[in-house]
């Protein structure tokens, strides 16, 4: 799709206002024990290394997330537990590209899903996601896992964290939240004083096997209102609703599966770019746009490739910063 520049600064303020108003979401939990029983839970961190939301990983080289976390990081951390511990053995790997699902709404959060190439292989044992069979019914157990904040707007866990909650039906959990809000692709679980938190977006929610090869992902982490509002449950998008999504990625796929960002074709926001004549492989000026030769008006006015790369880093560094704000 392409995008005029008011467009693009309308679509982005859209998505700024959509992730403060998710939640990015351990309340009422336990330190996870022994310490790596959940291997292919993933820390997704931004350039300097902090972590901003969780994520699984589902095959060796791919980690599964919330699409609302995309555009922020640039490596997963896999076998982390005590992220203040710089001695921990760990793998730190780059992400090659972002998949989001190309029916995501970041206004209502439905289709909240993404998943994340590496740009190498993880040595951990990944989760097996559900393709339809798990029971799912109102009152299973269902446990989610993660570094996020222990109560809203409160401060994170430096441990990872586990808490087992309740599925809640699709029809109770509309009936708080009001008509249209939950969807089939999403699901509810909660239990009295207990459910994930800000920093917590793109966890996996499991049903806990006997470890963590019999362990099946059913849902991820996505929105909800508050944390442990014993009105509200937390919302989380449904995976057996993705199999299609998931294994056209799986299968080698990209641009085809979904949108793509970081290293895959365009920029996380999309192709606006292009139509400013910015080249998504080096952020420099196109042949077909507004020149870059040296008889071209940004030559003459003394602007060279170099402004461009500025800019760029100065679009990230805003995003980011609006970003952290709602993910304290």
Not at 27 to 56: I, K
Not at 155 to 161: F, H, P, R
Request: with cysteine; proline share 2%.
């Amino acid at each position: 799709m392409k995008l005029s520049f008011t467009n693009f600064l309308i679509l982005s303020a859209s998505c700024i206002a959509s992730i403060a108003n998710a939640q990015d979401k351990i309340v009422g939990g336990t330190e996870v024990n022994p310490p790596g029983r959940y291997e292919y839970q993933a820390a997704l961190v931004d350039g300097s290394g902090s972590q901003f939301c969780g994520g699984s990983l589902i095959a060796p080289g791919y980690v599964l997330s919330a699409a609302h976390c995309a555009g922020i990081g640039s490596a997963v951390q896999i076998g982390r537990h005590d992220l203040s511990d710089s001695s921990e053995d760990f793998e730190n790997i780059n992400v090659v590209t972002e998949i989001t699902h190309p029916d995501y709404n970041d206004s209502t959060l439905e289709n909240d899903i993404m998943i994340l190439k590496l740009e190498s292989d993880s040595s951990a044992q990944p989760v097996e996601y559900d393709t339809g069979s798990a029971d799912t019914s109102a009152g299973e157990d269902v446990t989610v896992m993660g570094w996020g904040t222990t109560q809203s707007g409160g401060s994170s866990s430096d441990v990872l964290l586990e808490v087992e909650v309740d599925i809640v039906s699709n029809s109770d959990c509309e009936s708080d939240y009001g008509s249209g809000a939950i969807t089939d692709v999403m699901m509810c679980a909660a239990r009295d004083g207990k459910d994930s938190c800000q920093g917590d977006s793109g966890g996996p929610l499991v049903i806990v096997g006997s470890d963590a090869a019999t362990d099946v992902q059913v849902g991820i982490v996505s929105w909800g209102n508050g944390c442990a509002d014993p009105s509200f449950p937390g919302v989380y998008a449904r995976v057996s609703e993705f199999t299609d999504f998931i294994e056209c990625v799986l299968s080698g796929g990209t641009d085809e599966c979904g949108n793509t960002g970081l290293g895959g074709g365009d920029d996380w926001w999309g192709d606006w770019d292009d139509n400013w004549g910015w080249n998504d492989d080096n952020a420099t000026w196109g042949d077909d746009s507004w020149g870059n030769n040296t008889d071209d008006w940004d030559d003459d006015y003394g602007f060279g490739g170099g402004i461009i790369d500025v800019i760029i880093d100065l679009i990230y560094a805003i995003i980011e910063l609006l970003s952290s704000l709602s993910r304290k």
